[in-house]
T-cell receptor
Framework: KAGVTQTPRYLIKTRGQQVTLSCSPISGHRSVSWYQQTPGQGLQFLFE???????NKGNFPGRFSGRQFSNSRSEMNVSTLELGDSALYLC???????????FGPGTRLLVL | QKEVEQDPGPLSVPEGAIVSLNCTYS??????FMWYRQYSRKGPELLMY????GNKEDGRFTAQVDKSSKYISLFIRDSQPSDSATYLC?????????????FGTGTRLLVSP
């Protein structure tokens, strides 16, 4: 089976712009979660989607949003980018009933 | 203070050494404990998963949880250069969804041949 894929892998944006990141989960996985990883804060949970519904949300401002499509693919959007949004954004998928989640390689976002 | 503390390293050891990686935490409600390995330019992969206290062994890896001290460890026996990576601990209480894990910032391990 193909693993979790994320596009694009690298992105450079300027402050004030918005960005959309994409995640394709492993085939058959219905749960997709997003994380932000920075050297200072580590991995922080953004939100989780299951069958197109947001089930959990972390402590991030409303500028961070996401959605999931009927084929389980997910997108996350960050509006009005700030310098502090520079990070590695990781997507993880899992089957509906198992604890193990599988991470993608991430999208590295640099905000200038 | 962060809920989960982890020494960032780097931790440098020779091949064949026993490696000890550790995390401390402050939330006594944490019940599920995990260790992830993250290679450069890759996403984390789950290595070990334990519930509550005790030890769990899987090949060269042993995970240990001491809830009384709020301290978890990952031991790697006979370390190999291929073990060079960043190791992340993660944990959550029993009453939250799996995805709402709290991660440590990771310890970078370097195993030299």
């Amino acid at each position: 089976k193909a693993g979790v894929t994320q596009t694009p892998r690298y992105l450079i944006k300027t402050r004030g712009q918005q960005v959309t990141l994409s995640c394709s989960p492993i085939s058959g996985h219905r749960s997709v979660s997003w994380y932000q990883q920075t050297p200072g804060q580590g991995l922080q949970f953004l939100f989780e989607y299951f069958s197109e519904t947001q089930r959990n949300k972390g402590n991030f401002p409303g500028r961070f949003s996401g959605r999931q499509f009927s084929n389980s693919r997910s997108e996350m959007n960050v509006s009005t980018l700030e310098l502090g949004d520079s990070a590695l954004y990781l997507c993880a998928s899992r089957p509906g009933t198992q604890e193990t989640q599988y991470f993608g390689p991430g999208t590295r976002l640099l905000v200038l | 203070q962060k809920e989960v503390e982890q020494d960032p390293g780097p931790l440098s050891v020779p091949e064949g050494a026993i490696v000890s990686l550790n995390c401390t935490y402050s939330n006594s409600a944490f019940q599920y404990f995990m260790w992830y390995r993250q290679y450069s330019r890759k996403g984390p992969e789950l290595l070990m998963y334990t519930y509550s206290s005790g030890n769990k062994e899987d090949g060269r890896f042993t995970a240990q949880v001491d809830k009384s001290s709020k301290y978890i460890s990952l031991f790697i026996r006979d370390s190999q250069p291929s073990d060079s990576a960043t190791y992340l601990c993660a944990m959550r209480p029993v009453n939250t969804g799996f995805q709402k894990l709290v991660f440590g910032t990771g310890t970078r391990l370097l195993v030299s041949p």
